[in-house]
């Protein structure tokens, strides 16, 4: 179904946006000479904007959250069925479809126990880091309350968020940030830190090692990861890495947080990035996919070990978890989430996800054959990126400006490409892709059509 614009609303939409919106990860100058873009229909992975122009959308959303498409009346129906029954009540008392899907959910995650609902994927981490902390000082003595995250990750904007944000652009300018969140290095093969190394896995693990030392094993509460780090570039861990990593954790009694607000919900082809390398973790946080973004909703999870250290003493007032999500009672959320459940199942959009991602990174690689502006090729399911440089043997980044060149092209097409943006100084040169899971062999084949041609225009 194609959108048609009534003439006499778009001007006025446009200056009512204009003039009284705050768009996110926006310079608004640019506003002043040129129209913001409104999106306003959406089927499938097709999107219409206010002028009638016609995309696909090859970042479900813009940040890689729709993940079954848009216009799927019946997640609506669901939403609309239980807002219309109970709309809301505070997470202090239970729901059915909080119970239903929580249930729902752990079985598709063995080893872990307990869902906390919240409606974010900055907040669901924070969860997390608030756990750590009061485990730290109820059953640790005040030990154990530092928390590693690694360089190039992302996991919020909130001020813990922030705080464990391994990505230096996108943090400055709002510290200073809380003690105690420490830097581990990154897991890239493609930028190796340790070229003597006989093992880059082990090495880039061992590194975390390092740091524990340094910083003094009783004080490590929490290693904080994403399975594949998403903004900082799509970086697939190397081989022995999680392994290694694991062993870390168990050595020195550190828990494993996995972040898997990009990655959860089907995108590398398991239902969770984690369990495609073996990985047992303390806590699992998620968000985007979980509702497509049909309605707002996060999940902490964590094991019953975790969550038995938050009721061992009845009697002591502060003992259980004093943390409340306003938002985490709306039950348009888990209405949403087991719809989307029911249809990732049905679909058999995991099996899609795996298939379509074996022919977009085929496709990236012909590119890399063809055009000498691809350093790196690297994805995980319908997750992937192509790392641009201006020279391949050096390695020398593409300057930013360029690639966004590329991504303006393809836009120009009716295809919408991400890219890492004012994250990683002098190293925002990878072009991002994460399609809807009911992605077809033409719409990846229509992806890097336009890519191959933005290449070619901007780079000869």
Not at 134 to 152: D, N, S
Not at 275 to 291: E, L, N, R, S
Not at 446 to 452: L, S
């Amino acid at each position: 179904m194609n959108y048609v614009p009534k003439p006499n609303d778009i001007a006025g939409l446009i200056e009512a946006d204009r003039a009284h919106v705050w768009h996110h990860l926006s310079q608004h100058k640019q506003y002043e000479t040129v129209d913001p873009r409104i999106m306003i229909e959406g089927r499938g992975m097709r999107l219409w904007d206010a002028k009638g122009q016609e995309f696909l959308d090859a970042v479900s959303g813009g940040v890689w959250t729709v993940n079954v498409g848009y216009g799927r009346e019946s997640i609506a129906d669901a939403v609309r069925e239980q807002l219309v029954k109970l709309n809301y009540f505070a997470g202090s008392a239970g729901s059915e479809p909080g119970a239903r899907f929580a249930q729902k959910l752990i079985e598709k995650m063995p080893g872990l126990t307990r869902v906390y609902y919240s409606n974010s994927g900055s907040e669901a981490n924070e969860k997390v880091f608030k756990m750590v902390r009061q485990m730290a000082a109820r059953h640790h003595g005040g030990k154990k309350w530092k928390i590693l995250f690694r360089e190039r990750d992302y996991h919020g904007t909130t001020f813990g968020a922030l705080a464990a944000c391994g990505q230096p652009q996108r943090a400055a300018h709002y510290g200073p940030y809380p003690d105690g969140f420490i830097e581990v290095p990154h897991c890239l093969e493609y930028r190796n830190q340790y070229p003597d190394a006989a093992d880059y896995g082990l090495a880039a693990a061992n590194a975390i090692e390092d740091v524990i030392l340094r910083e003094g094993p009783d004080n490590i509460g929490l290693l904080c990861l994403e399975p594949v780090t998403a903004g900082g570039g799509v970086i697939t861990p190397p081989k022995g890495y999680w392994d290694r990593v694991q062993e870390i954790c168990k050595k020195y009694s550190i828990l494993l947080h996995i972040d898997e607000v990009v990655c959860g919900m089907g995108r590398t082809g398991a239902w969770f990035g984690y369990q495609q390398y073996g990985i047992k973790p303390d806590f699992v946080t998620m968000a985007k996919g979980v509702a497509s973004g049909y309605a707002a909703i996060s999940c902490t999870v964590t094991t019953e070990a975790v969550f038995d250290m938050f009721k061992d003493d009845p009697s002591d007032p502060l003992s259980y978890f004093r943390d409340i999500s306003t938002y985490g009672g709306c039950l348009a959320g888990p209405a949403a989430a087991l719809e989307n459940m029911r249809i990732l199942e049905d679909e058999d959009l995991l099996g899609n996800t795996t298939r379509m991602g074996e022919r977009m990174m085929a496709n990236l690689h012909n590119l890399m054959e063809r055009h000498r502006a691809i350093g790196d090729v690297r994805g995980a399911g319908l997750f992937c990126g192509a790392e641009l440089v201006a020279d391949r043997q050096t390695k020398e980044p593409m300057e930013e400006a360029k690639v966004a060149a590329v991504v303006a092209h393809c836009m120009k097409e009716g295809v919408i490409i991400g890219m890492t943006n004012r994250s990683l100084p002098g190293l925002n040169n990878t072009l991002c892709f994460s399609p809807a899971l009911i992605a077809t062999p033409d719409d990846i084949d229509q992806i890097t059509g336009a890519v191959d041609r933005a290449l070619t225009s901007v780079f000869g």
